[in-house]
């Protein structure tokens, strides 16, 4: 699930190594990955890349002759890239450009669902696309100074922040990190949130997604690997020591997620139903 830190390392990867390069051929052919048609994708064959940046979740790879592609990793997506083309019998491949010097830039897609997607826009457009213009702030480098207005919802911090219109680049993995960072109950409203408890939730975002770029710096090269290597502490460890304080930490199921929290730090000790379970012994 790439969330800002892995889309940040992998559009400083891509850019430093293919700003200028020249697209030799492009082709998309998932199914559905391509979500326009006027311009064509051919349009961009001949041109050079000129940026590949990251807007919340979304990668803006700028062609020269004022073109731009937006690319949504979704849930399972990948932007990788190779010093070979791929043969046509990956099923992965959602996008390919093949670059000067043999090389090719892939989206690819692992799972059974095809939910990743590419528009081919003009550059001047990519902010008026809906999901561009409803971006919130961005997570990072600087998390909003209106942090806590921004969370005045009745909804739980762990949705809130998930939200990419009240912050942008936050998803599943890190939110499970930052909260339990800031020493946040998941489950607390964000109209609830104190001074205080905001104060520390803004420096939490700064101090974890700095520290996860930070670290993925030293660690992802290209081709950018399928499965990067996440320095989680609580995401991901449920019934583990908690790092900090040595208590267990708990999980909650969801249908496609698990949320991870340190009881000691962030409930007060209690330990929040798991819904998977409480489901089954209804
Ligand atoms: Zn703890």
Redesign the pocket.
């Known amino acids: 699930m790439p969330e800002l830190p892995e889309v940040e390392i992998t559009a400083r990867r891509l850019d430093a190594a293919l700003r200028g390069a020249t697209i030799e051929s492009a082709v998309a052919p998932g199914i559905n990955a391509l979500k326009t048609f006027d311009p064509p994708l051919s349009a961009i064959e001949g041109r050079a890349i000129t940026s590949i940046t990251r807007r919340g979740k979304q990668f803006v790879i700028e062609v020269a002759g004022g073109l731009a592609l937006l690319v949504h990793l979704m849930s399972a997506g990948r932007l990788q890239l190779y010093g070979k083309r791929a043969g046509p019998r990956d099923r992965t491949s959602r996008l390919l450009l093949g670059i000067e010097d043999d090389r090719e830039l892939r989206l690819r897609e692992f799972g059974t669902k095809q939910a990743a997607w590419v528009k081919l826009l003009p550059a001047t457009a990519i902010d008026d696309e809906e999901l561009i213009a409803t971006l919130g702030p961005e997570a990072w480098p600087q998390p909003p100074e209106d942090l806590k207005a921004r969370l005045k919802a009745p909804r739980p911090l762990h949705t809130l922040l998930r939200d990419q219109r009240v912050i942008a680049g936050i998803g599943r993995s890190w939110v499970d990190e930052i909260l339990w960072t800031a020493r946040l109950s998941p489950f607390k409203r964000g109209n609830d949130l104190s001074e205080q408890g905001a104060l520390a939730l803004r420096a939490a975002i700064a101090t974890v997604l700095d520290g996860a770029i930070e670290h993925y710096e030293n660690v992802v090269a290209l081709p950018i690997a399928d499965k990067l290597p996440l320095p989680l502490q609580v995401h991901r460890k449920g019934g583990e020591p908690?790092p900090?304080?040595g208590?267990t930490i708990e999980q909650v199921h969801y249908e496609d997620y698990v949320m991870c929290y340190?009881p000691?730090?962030q409930t007060a000790g209690k330990v929040l139903k798991d819904r998977r379970l409480s489901r089954l012994l209804k």
């Open positions: 908690c900090r304080c208590t340190c000691a730090e």
